[in-house]
């Protein structure tokens, strides 16, 4: 005989064959506890009160059993040992949820209708609270807002550079065109101070290499800058000093970042880099929405606004999105870009869902292949391909010749 096994916030209850209620198991009347279980059932966990009504069921000659959630059905088979289906809206499911507070007063559940009303939205709030700790404790959405941290600090360090660059240039203006690396800068700025400082000696104290430090020093003892008051020079290297903590805060970041991303996706971190890898699922809104994505999708990831453009406008649309950041793409020839972007996407999209539902190491063959395949692209398209051929132009029609008589005969019916 057939049973269909039905969870409700009173607890679980089996029905015959006809849709007939046979056993019951009733939850506790704590909210808490009552939440906690139909969260355990929604994850597919055999819990107390479905082992007792299955014994129950069996002892009543009940063989096979229908559950409405298919990891519930595939849990219960194996620990339970009984023969199962699944079937997502069971017509038993249906009859029980339209005739709550009927069953709940049949059985003597509750005495009011309102009380029923009560439990049920008391459970309802405690399992939403349940779901949403659950979300907020996942590791990939901190990985998520560590990287977008990173990215924040990397807009706030270039306007807080360019204002520093401006600010000493008025003292030493050569300087800016000498150093391009934002962080070197701000660290003589602190450790050497005016421009009177810039010495071989001193810059080369500083890591400096002989040359760059030999031309630094010649400028500086050229400088057409002004001079600046202690008070001034103070306030600089003030500014300075917390750029430089800001520095040390990113990289700290990035250490962090490169950490969570190999414990929650190792084989994106293997094939993307931790930062992009991060970048991909704080776009997708998490790791498991990351790996549902097609590889096309993942392709433009980040170019929404070029996309719709491109679809606006009948323009071309965009060949990647924030996956031009990894090296094999930002490295590689024009023309090379969209086929490496595509068979980039590919590999990532593959090593996501791995991290998603696997949990297995997978990064260094994933790697090997994608190696493989990009020595192809740039072996087979090393030169750039051929213009296109000019489009050919309808010959110009020129307006009929008209007579003489045509001329005067439009003329008087004018």
Known sequence: MKATIVESVMGVFGFGEDNELVEKVFFPKDPLETAERLRKIEEGNVIEEISGLVDKLRAKGYTHFVFENQEMARS???????????????????????????????????????????????????????????TVERRDMLVAQAVLTVDDLDKSLNLFMGRLREWFGLHYPELDRLLDKHETYARLVVNLGTRENFTVENLEKEGLPKAKSQSIADVAAASMGADLGDEDLAQIQAMSRHVLELYDARQSLEKYVDSVME?????????????????????????????KLPASTMQILGAEKALFRALKTKARPPKHGIIFQHPLIHDAKRWQRGKIARALAGKLSIAARVDAFSGEYAGDGLKADLDKRIEEIKERYEKPPPPPPPTKRSPSRKPPERSQTWRKKRGRNR
């Open 76 to 134: 219960a088979s194996e620990k339970l040992n009984i023969e199962v289906s699944a079937e997502a809206s069971s017509e038993a499911g249906k009859l029980l949820r339209e005739n709550l507070e009927k069953f709940a007063l049949d059985l003597e559940f509750v005495e009011k209708p309102e009380q029923l009303r009560v439990q049920v939205h008391k459970v309802s709030i405690e399992l939403a609270k349940m779901k949403v700790k659950k």
């Open 263 to 291: 414990e929650v996706a190792p084989n994106t971190r293997t094939i993307g880099g931790s930062l992009l890898g991060a970048r991909l699922i704080a776009i997708a809104g998490g790791l498991m929405n990351l790996a």
